[in-house]
């Protein structure tokens, strides 16, 4: 008798969960639960979400909000369950010549313009470059000064860029925490309540895509916000620090 082929969901997802290394320790622990594997395709959230819409994918896991509850109400899923946090953090050169370091982030993008400081930007339309939006924003600022760069990349890339150039980004901490690069970059600010970052997961809607296998990515949905998954998600920890913090019960 020919082996039992193991359903295969698609998942569209960020690069950050990817780049962070949690889906190479989620996913399996998923696959042995469920016997269901997951196929991810990372991509910035805004993508994400449009990939979902076209119907390419079963199940979205991803980081803004805001996009989020817009995908919920337009009807491509019928609900978006918290899964799990961490924060964003101002990554920049050790010396910090714009001295952007505290812990206020719009006060620290306010020095950033003033000093036309060198600033790689996801430009991507992911949750990351969403969020560094709106920081600007809550600046006050349309002139980011003459350093500013879009880079149009996933986090691994745009942490590279600024790592060679000794720029500043705003990454988020887990795969700023898994990245091998760092040169001469560190955290400058960290802790500002803003700076929060919160994660769902959102099964696609059937009603929209009839091919999409809602049950299987329901249980993944399932999964990932019990018990298991989230003592899973935080059993995550690079060089002892934990990356992602479960909250689906909150």
């Given at each position: 008798?020919?082996?039992?082929?193991?359903?295969?969901?698609?998942?569209?997802?960020?690069?950050?969960?990817?780049?962070?290394?949690?889906?190479?320790?989620?996913?399996?622990?998923?696959?042995?639960?469920?016997?269901?594997?997951?196929?991810?395709v990372a991509q910035g959230t805004g993508?994400?979400?449009?990939?979902?819409?076209?119907?390419?994918?079963?199940?979205?896991?991803?980081?803004?909000?805001?996009?989020?509850?817009?995908?919920?109400?337009?009807?491509?899923?019928?609900?978006?369950?918290?899964?799990?946090?961490?924060?964003?953090?101002?990554?920049?050169?050790?010396?910090?010549?714009?001295?952007?370091?505290?812990?206020?982030?719009?006060?620290?993008?306010?020095?950033l313009a003033a000093a036309n400081a060198?600033?790689?930007?996801?430009?991507?339309?992911?949750?990351?470059?969403?969020?560094?939006?709106?920081?600007?924003?809550?600046?006050?600022?349309?002139?980011k000064g003459t350093g500013y760069k879009?880079?149009?990349?996933?986090?691994?890339?745009?942490?590279?860029?600024?790592?060679?150039?000794?720029?500043?980004?705003?990454?988020?901490?887990?795969?700023?925490?898994?990245?091998?690069?760092?040169?001469?970059?560190?955290?400058?600010?960290?802790?500002?309540?803003?700076?929060?970052?919160?994660?769902?997961?959102?099964?696609?809607?059937?009603?929209?895509?009839?091919?999409?296998?809602?049950?299987?990515?329901?249980?993944?949905?399932?999964?990932?916000?019990?018990?298991?998954?989230?003592?899973?998600?935080?059993?995550?920890?690079?060089?002892?620090?934990?990356?992602?913090?479960?909250?689906?019960?909150?």
């Open positions: 008798m020919a082996p039992v082929k193991a359903e295969t969901i698609t998942m569209a997802s960020t690069t950050s969960t990817e780049q962070s290394g949690l889906f190479a320790h989620l996913l399996p622990a998923f696959k042995t639960a469920s016997g269901i594997d997951v196929k991810v993508q994400a979400l449009d990939t979902a819409r076209r119907g390419d994918a079963d199940v979205v896991f991803v980081h803004d909000q805001a996009a989020e509850e817009k995908f919920v109400s337009e009807g491509f899923s019928v609900k978006r369950y918290p899964v799990m946090y961490n924060d964003f953090v101002l990554i920049g050169p050790s010396a910090d010549p714009a001295g952007a370091k505290g812990n206020d982030i719009v006060a620290a993008l306010n020095k060198s600033f790689i930007s996801r430009g991507d339309k992911s949750g990351t470059h969403a969020a560094e939006l709106r920081y600007w924003k809550q600046a006050g600022l349309d002139n879009e880079c149009g990349c996933g986090m691994g890339p745009a942490l590279n860029m600024a790592s060679s150039m000794n720029a500043y980004v705003l990454s988020d901490r887990g795969t700023w925490l898994s990245f091998k690069n760092p040169g001469d970059l560190k955290v400058l600010v960290e802790g500002d309540k803003k700076l929060f970052n919160q994660y769902g997961v959102m099964v696609v809607n059937p009603a929209k895509h009839a091919h999409v296998k809602s049950a299987a990515a329901q249980k993944f949905a399932d999964w990932v916000t019990s018990k298991a998954g989230q003592d899973t998600i935080a059993s995550y920890k690079i060089n002892g620090q934990q990356l992602f913090f479960p909250n689906a019960d909150q």
